[in-house]
């Protein structure tokens, strides 16, 4: 199975700066099927990119995703309150799918 | 708006079992192959299991496979998790999540439900 593996494990940033979160694969992740979600504590995760870079309905293009193969961005360009959260990478491509363990990005 | 709603989950003796439920509303249930994934308390998301749109194709993961049985009906527009045999790390939220395809391959998971928590406890 791919394995995804997040960095950093927690990212400690303030409102209004740029937020670049990696997903690394441990093979080649097909047709860039990598989604990124955001989870906020008690609730459930909520879809933010697909297809590596194509953004969910309703999310707010200060979120965008980038990258190919093995290496996978998300980029928050100017962090809102509203955006510290967990952070979750997803391939689809390759079964079983596989999710990574999470980025927690707080506020410094 | 597309809307699922998980129940059924609970706290439950080791090696008991449970049912969980997925009622699904504002689109068209029978065209989409859906999909369960659990957080354990604290930890991160694993994939559980999935069906395809017709019940036809099934998907477990080694974690579960033998002890929960998934399955839907089109008719009524709800997705079911039989769980048996169950262990204390299967204690997580259960969470029901809509694909967008047919197929239980290359699909991402949008949206999801609120979850049901699953307690494996003596």
């Known amino acids: 199975e791919i394995v995804l593996t997040q960095s950093p494990g927690t990212l400690s940033l303030s409102p209004g700066e740029r937020a670049t979160l990696s997903c690394r694969a441990s093979?080649?992740?097909?047709?860039?099927?990598l989604a990124w979600y955001q989870q906020k504590p008690g609730q459930a995760p909520r879809l933010l990119i697909y297809?590596?870079?194509s953004r969910a309905t309703g999310i707010p293009d200060r979120f965008s995703g980038s990258g190919s193969g093995t290496d996978f961005t998300l980029t928050i360009s100017r962090l809102e309150p509203e955006d510290f959260a967990v952070y979750y990478c997803?391939?689809?491509?390759?079964?079983?799918?596989?999710f990574g363990q999470g980025t927690k990005l707080e506020i410094k | 708006e597309v809307q699922l709603v998980e129940s059924g989950g609970g706290l439950v003796q080791p090696g008991g079992s449970l049912r969980l439920s997925c009622s699904a509303s504002?689109?068209?249930?029978?065209?989409?192959?859906m999909h369960w994934v659990r957080q354990a308390p604290g930890k991160g998301l694993e994939y559980v299991s999935a069906?395809?749109?017709?019940?036809?194709?099934?998907y477990y993961a080694d974690s579960v496979k033998g002890r929960f049985t998934i399955s839907r009906d089109n008719s009524k527009n709800t997705l079911y998790l039989q769980m048996s045999s169950l262990r204390a790390e299967d204690t997580a939220v259960y969470y029901c999540?809509?694909?967008?395809?047919?197929?239980?391959?290359?699909?991402?998971?949008?949206?999801w439900g609120q979850g049901t928590l699953v307690t494996v406890s003596s």
């Open positions: 999540v809509k694909g967008p395809r047919q197929w239980l391959s290359m699909n991402w998971f949008d949206p």
């Open positions: 504002g689109f068209t249930f029978s065209s989409y192959a």
């Open positions: 069906i395809s749109s017709n019940g036809g194709s099934t």
């Open positions: 093979q080649s992740v097909s047709s860039s099927y």
């Open positions: 297809g590596a870079s």
């Open positions: 997803q391939q689809y491509g390759s079964s079983p799918v596989t």
